[in-house]
């Protein structure tokens, strides 16, 4: 319990100061400085896109993010998120799905749970990644926040369902398939990440 004083303290001052638990630099910040930054574009120079041009560009752009390291050459190198050097880490965001059919749950037991659950998680906190960053966009042209970083914590449900689907999938694939199929996605997860900023830097 002592531990917890000093965060509940920290979130009492930051709530009754700025209205808010997680201000961003428009609420600590002057008007006339947060419009001088690059959170904020001015009327005539932000691009005008629909919802769904909008959400096109911030999936291209999440999950570039996600699937490499960020740097000012991100685009360069990797602009498109659904290349061969790309999309396993997309498919890292699916594998955990299996878990709700059958042949899953015999699989991953008791682990099941946490699978869904870090699942679930990761989907909630994504709507309101999505729904914070849309909203900048719409009020002051931003279209960052769209960094996939945040997702890192969570990471292990998307690793724990990798070996266990491939568990699963022995019932209906001979043993030696697996086992290329395991080598191969891991070579290209591997590869779609150190290797592959080296080769292109």
Known sequence: ??????????????????????????????????????????PEERKDLTFLQYLGTYLNNFFLSWSGLVTEDTVANKSNP????????????????????KFGKKVT????????????????????QFNNAYGQYIRNGYLGGSQARYYLPLIFAMALSVPLLFEGLKEYIHDKMIYILSVVYGFMLFYGNFPFFLMHI
């Open 1 to 42: 319990m002592p531990l917890l004083i000093l965060p509940a303290i920290y979130i009492t001052v930051i709530y009754s100061r700025y209205g808010t638990i997680q201000p961003t630099l428009a609420n600590i910040s002057s008007t006339e400085y947060y419009q001088s930054s690059f959170f904020y574009t001015l």
């Open 82 to 101: 659904f290349a061969a050097s790309t999309l396993p880490m997309e498919l890292l965001w699916l594998l955990p799905a299996f878990a709700f059919f």
């Open 109 to 128: 037991g008791s682990l099941s749970l946490p699978i869904l659950a870090g699942w679930a998680a990761i989907i909630v906190t994504s709507l309101i």
